[in-house]
């Protein structure tokens, strides 16, 4: 059974750098084929794919976001961390960790129940 | 990147109804195509991959169809379970981009 639940803060100041953990379970991130990961939906908005990262370290990013996002794994933990630099308020968002499907080059078969994180002063 | 455009961005019918939601994409992208339904305050579900495969576990009242640029989410007979905003998502390529949703309620 999959299961992926995000951790990290609920609010965060503008400029500051938000990181967030995805701890999961019942899939390894060392099988071939399986990745990880992140989407955003800011409040009473639509959903925002922003990274994701696979087996072999491989990483991709929203375009739009790429010089702000990193992506990274711990295997032996199950985890999976995004950091987001220089937090604007039009980054408050439900940020959602998601694992991949494994159909398609890229859709989310088990999400993260969510994390609301508010940016302000 | 690839555009995905919903229509509608709401309907309202009664239980039992057959409702069918849009999703057009600015370029084609195949089948490439998911479906999913994410109820208020809670996580997205998938419910379609491949624009008509059926996710396990889903409903068989639910149905996708459609190829390249055109593709349609069919609820056959709405029930209040149902109550929810339904997003598709291209999964063909990076950036995998959504569309805007469509806001099912009952009438």
Known sequence: ??????????????????????TFSGFSLSTSGVAVGWIRQPPGKALEWLALIYWDDDRRYSPSLKSRL??????????????????DPVDTATYFCAHRHTIAVVAFDYWGQGTLVTVSS | DIQMTQSPSSVSASVGD????????????SRWLVWYQQKPGKAPKLLIY??????SGVPSR?????????????ISSLQPEDVATYYCQRANNFPPTFGGGTKVEIK
Do not use: H, W, Y
């Not at chain 1, 299961?3 to 967030?20: A, D, F, I, M, W």
């Not at chain 1, 990274?72 to 220089?86: A, E, G, H, P």
């Open chain 1, 1 to 22: 059974q999959i299961t992926l639940k995000e951790s990290g803060p609920t609010l965060v100041k503008p400029t500051q750098t938000l990181t967030l953990t995805c």
């Open chain 1, 70 to 87: 990193t992506i990274t794994k711990d295997t032996s933990k199950n985890q999976v961390v995004l950091t987001l630099t220089n937090m």
């Open chain 2, 18 to 29: 057959r409702v069918t939601i849009t999703c057009r994409a600015s370029q084609s992208i």
């Open chain 2, 50 to 55: 491949t624009a008509s495969s059926l996710q």
């Open chain 2, 62 to 74: 639910f149905s996708g169809s459609g190829s390249g640029t055109d593709f349609t989410l069919t």
